[in-house]
T-cell receptor, first 114, second 115 residues
Framework: SQTIHQWPATLVQPVGSPLSLECTVE??????LYWYRQAAGRGLQLLFY??????ISSEVPQNLSASRPQDRQFILSSKKLLLSDSGFYLC?????????????FGPGTRLTVL | AQKITQTQPGMFVQEKEAVTLDCTYD???????LFWYKQPSSGEMIFLIY??????QNATEGRYSLNFQKARKSANLVISASQLGDSAMYFC????????????FGKGTKLSVIP
């Protein structure tokens, strides 16, 4: 069966510090991978998605970047965090994009920028 | 552009009663899918139920059913026989054929089940 992992689970970082969040999927090959952010009391906003190694699509221009160095690894990064980067970051995957295919979410990383 | 509206920030329901969570959507795409996810306090998003725009029958999954009214562009979630473990945030989400990688989420409804 497939599982998705995210780490760290929680993170407190000062403004201006770098960020690296990691997401890995097990039990499948060539998944589509997604990064979402959820601000407090809000729905999820898609940040990036990837259909393959090295292929990243950005949905919202911002202070963050994403990379996919391996088939089942997706990394969210920032060179300098802003206060507005605080939130709950969720990674998701599916095998096929499209209207019939749900996305499966990881446990999330709660980021607080002080 | 697609949009999801959940007008109920919070709902209360008595244990063992049924509850309906509202969701309306807006898209010009003829092909789309609607999803409901549950988010307990732990934060993970749990997939509950799916309805496709071309599905003629309303979707059902155990105690969850989706009241799909295409002409009104609504996709309400019905939870029957509520349990204490149903207390959580519930999100409606839309994906369209034109934007097949992007799930658009509503702001969610916080459901509290009262013993």
């Amino acid at each position: 069966s497939q599982t998705i992992h995210q780490w760290p689970a929680t993170l407190v970082q000062p403004v201006g510090s770098p960020l690296s969040l990691e997401c890995t999927v097990e039990g499948t090959s060539n998944p589509n991978l997604y990064w979402y952010r959820q601000a407090a009391g809000r729905g999820l906003q898609l940040l990036f998605y990837s259909v393959g190694i090295g292929q990243i699509s950005s949905e919202v221009p911002q202070n963050l970047s994403a990379s996919r160095p391996q088939d089942r690894q997706f990394i969210l990064s920032s060179k300098k965090l802003l206060l507005s980067d605080s939130g709950f970051y969720l990674c998701a995957w599916n095998l096929l994009a499209g209207v019939y295919n749900e996305q499966f979410f990881g446990p999330g990383t709660r980021l607080t920028v002080l | 552009a697609q949009k999801i509206t959940q007008t109920q920030p919070g709902m209360f329901v008595q244990e063992k009663e049924a509850v309906t969570l509202d969701c309306t959507y807006d898209t010009s795409d003829q092909s789309y899918g609607l999803f409901w996810y549950k988010q307990p306090s732990s934060g993970e998003m749990i997939f509950l139920i799916y309805q496709g725009s071309y599905d003629e029958q309303n979707a059902t999954e155990g105690r969850y059913s989706l009241n799909f009214q295409k002409a009104r562009k609504s996709a309400n979630l019905v939870i029957s026989a509520s349990q204490l473990g149903d207390s959580a945030m519930y999100f409606c989400a839309l994906i369209t054929g034109a934007g097949s990688y992007q799930l658009t989420f509503g702001k969610g409804t916080k459901l509290s089940v009262i013993p």
